[in-house]
């Protein structure tokens, strides 16, 4: 599935805050609140002014309670509310592990069908200028283990618009997975409301010599390697997973089918990760008769440091997606200069 051709631009937040708005709008049972909701910044700008437009009983601040917010959340959804629970940082959302897991996740089957609890968790994960082991992690995997719950990690503003309105309009938990780097990247985003599925992944660039498939900000420097490998002669064909948990197995088979050659590059550690499910499926089910060459990057195996030379080594960028994809294509190793990937990693502040 390519992306729609439209003229109207929105940055990745903006797309939020538009989906949000338009639905606050259209459905009065829809809430909004979280840590910094209601700052004059608004959350990385996806929750700018809503409480001003929609009022203290729709939009609020919350207390650092983590644990005891989730479980008010999940108690709406249940009551027949369609509550938005924002965390500016995913790390602790692990203080709510046992309210997600054990009764958003649950809450269908042990009722019998009877009772739905159609929250969203709002969790932001990402780098920035040196936040360390405690405020930089992405732990979507944990959640992608369990029956229950939908995880989504759109790259694009497109689909955090549309996959956020879909979340919306059904009755299922969802962890809604942004990258922090981005809440300010640019894309075509229709102004009418517009739901996109789940379970669906997206082709960003066609190629024929490998498939590089991304998770959340790693499809953007994916982008970038691909413009690197170019220069060597290397096609690659991007793909966007967008929804983790349901995940669209068929569309990177197909690519890899095509290709021979597979790399996931995910925005977590490798270990029992996104990435590490990604491969399993495509090795379960490529039945092409022909060997599909595999490799994974994400994480180093170590806590994230907190200075930026460290951080630099810890994240895969464009160069390390490159040289890992010329090795696989090549079978030789070629290595890239650091390519400095965005400003704003280290201009980056904070959401407040």
């Known amino acids: 599935m390519s992306m729609p051709s439209e003229e109207r631009s929105l940055t990745y937040s903006a797309a939020i805050l538009e989906a949000t708005d338009q639905e606050m709008k259209a459905n009065s049972k829809v809430v909004v609140f979280g840590i910094g909701v209601d700052d004059f910044k608004g959350t990385y700008g996806t929750t700018m002014k809503l409480a001003e437009k929609y009022g203290a009983d729709r939009c609020w601040d919350t207390p650092l309670s983590e644990d005891a917010m989730t479980g ?4 709406m959804a249940m009551a027949g509310l369609r509550p938005i629970h924002v965390h500016i940082r995913m790390d602790f959302v692990l203080l709510a592990m046992n309210q997600l897991i054990n009764i958003a996740a649950k809450a269908r089957y042990m009722y019998g069908g009877q009772v739905s609890c159609p929250v969203i968790i709002r969790a932001v994960i990402g780098r920035s200028w040196g936040q360390g082991a405690q405020h930089s992690q992405s732990l979507y995997p944990l959640f992608m283990h369990c029956p229950g719950l939908r995880v989504l990690a759109p790259a694009t503003p ?6 956020l309105l879909q979340s919306l ?3 299922d938990p969802v962890l809604f997975i942004e990258h922090r780097l981005l809440h300010g990247q640019k894309g075509p985003v229709p102004e009418a409301p517009y739901a996109a599925p789940f379970g669906k992944a997206r082709v960003i660039a066609e190629g024929r010599d490998l498939t590089l498939v991304g998770v959340s900000y790693a499809t953007v420097d994916c982008l970038r390697a691909r413009a690197l490998l170019k220069k060597e002669g ?3 064909e991007v793909i966007d997973v967008a929804s983790l948990k349901p995940l669209d197995t068929r569309t990177i088979l197909d690519s890899a089918a095509k290709t021979g050659r597979l790399l996931v590059v995910d925005s977590g550690w490798t270990f029992c990760g996104a990435g590490a499910e990604i491969l399993a499926q495509a090795s379960e089910r490529f ?4 060997p599909l060459k595999t490799g994974r990057l994400g994480f180093a195996p170590v806590n994230c440091p907190t200075t930026q030379n460290l951080e ?3 994240y895969p960028d464009a160069a390390k997606i490159a040289a890992a994809s010329f090795e696989l294509v ?3 190793r070629r290595e890239w200069p650091v390519v400095e990937t965005a400003a704003e990693v280290l201009n980056f502040k904070g959401p407040f």
Not at 72 to 75: D, T
Not at 158 to 163: H, I, P, Q, S, V
């Open 72 to 75: 008010v959340a999940i108690g």
């Open 158 to 163: 497109y689909d955090a618009k549309g996959l």
């Open 169 to 171: 309009r059904q009755q």
């Open 234 to 236: 290397i096609d690659a």
């Open 287 to 290: 039945q092409d008769g022909k």
């Open 312 to 314: 630099r080594a810890f």
């Open 330 to 332: 090549r079978g030789e």
